[in-house]
């Protein structure tokens, strides 16, 4: 068993606490895997999207990937709405609004929008306590 395994094995899914960084990382893998389609552009973009992210300011490549496949792991293992909510724990309410767009720009990412993406980001506004946005 390598050694980020055993790392996976030895958290504890049902009593974790997040860091910071790692709530907000948790709205982007939520965006990723609403759609039920995990595909590697948009984990590339959501890394993208993250190292310009002062939160992330000295994370290195490596660090993010093990954070985020931790929080994959998280999704798969507890599911989407119990990371959101986890996430939103620890996340402070100024840094919300920053995690949401990430999601929308994740979900936008690969060009189609899915009723289920709509559904998620309609969700997270209300778990995140975001006001609606004014139609355009």
Known sequence: MDAFKKMLN???FDNISLSKAEAFAAIGVCALAADNLL???????LLLLLSEIPL???YSQ???NKMLNFLLELVRRKGIETTIVKAKET???E???AAFQVAKEII???GEYHPTEEAFLQHLRQ???LPEEPDS
Not at 39 to 45: C, N, R, S
């Open 62 to 64: 490596q660090r993010k």
């Open 39 to 45: 595909v590697p552009d948009e984990m590339e973009h």
């Open 95 to 97: 840094l919300r609004s």
């Open 127 to 129: 778990v995140l306590e």
């Open 10 to 12: 030895s958290r504890d």
């Open 56 to 58: 992330f300011k000295g």
């Open 108 to 110: 936008w990412s690969d």
């Open 91 to 93: 996340l402070p309410p």
